[in-house]
């Protein structure tokens, strides 16, 4: 089977466990894809946010059933726990519709925001806007890569698959980086 054929074939599911578990790097490739017609970019954005808005809630579950007595036996959550709850602190709201754009607290603000005690309705609703609102971020931002590959190219179809390996090389450096900041001590 062709890329493009398993692409086709599992690339939505492939989509809901990458948002699921983070998936900022496959949902614009996604969106690369979906303007290249491999995929239909209503159901990219429709798998981005179920993906990330389930994993989401687990996650918000997991701490409010687990709380504080998990970060203990994890030590290394702390430090980027910490500063989600003095976010959170700050301003819940904000936080819960935004915390997806901050890399370095995005996967344990969930877990953060069900230990500290916030109504799960609440969240419930919050979550499901603010996985949306990412959903289209990233999924157009890969659209509109895509966009500006072809308006720059005369065939792009000539040079995709080279694009395509651009995209994800700059997208593996961008993320490497962070996560090297990120744990160098470095606070954001």
């Avoid at 303007?35 to 409010?64: E, K, P, R, Y």
């Avoid at 910490?82 to 995005?106: D, E, P, S, T």
């Avoid at 309705?121 to 919050?126: E, M, S, T």
């Avoid at 289209?136 to 080279?162: C, H, P, Q, R, W």
């Amino acid at each position: 089977m062709t890329l493009e054929g398993l692409i086709v074939q599992y690339g939505y599911l492939a989509l809901f466990i990458g948002t699921y578990l983070e998936g900022e790097t496959i949902l614009i490739i996604a969106g690369y894809l979906a303007q290249d017609g491999m995929l239909d970019l209503t159901l990219v954005i429709l798998a981005a946010w179920l993906g990330s808005f389930a994993g989401d809630q687990t996650f918000f579950f997991i701490g409010h059933f687990k709380g504080v007595r998990f970060l203990d036996r994890h030590p290394g959550m702390k430090n980027n726990a910490a500063k989600a709850f003095r976010l959170l602190h700050r301003n819940q709201i904000a936080v819960i519709l935004g915390f997806r754009f901050l890399y370095g607290i995005r996967n344990v603000t969930p877990f953060i925001v069900g230990s500290s005690g916030f109504n799960p309705i609440r969240f419930f609703f919050l979550n499901c806007l603010g996985a949306l609102v990412w959903a289209i971020t990233f999924a157009s931002l890969g659209y509109n890569l895509g966009n500006v590959a072809e308006n720059i190219l005369d065939d792009v179809e000539e040079y995709e698959k080279t694009i395509l390996a651009i995209i994800c090389v700059t997208a593996l450096i961008w993320f490497l980086w962070l996560n090297r900041k990120g744990k160098g001590g470095a606070s954001r």
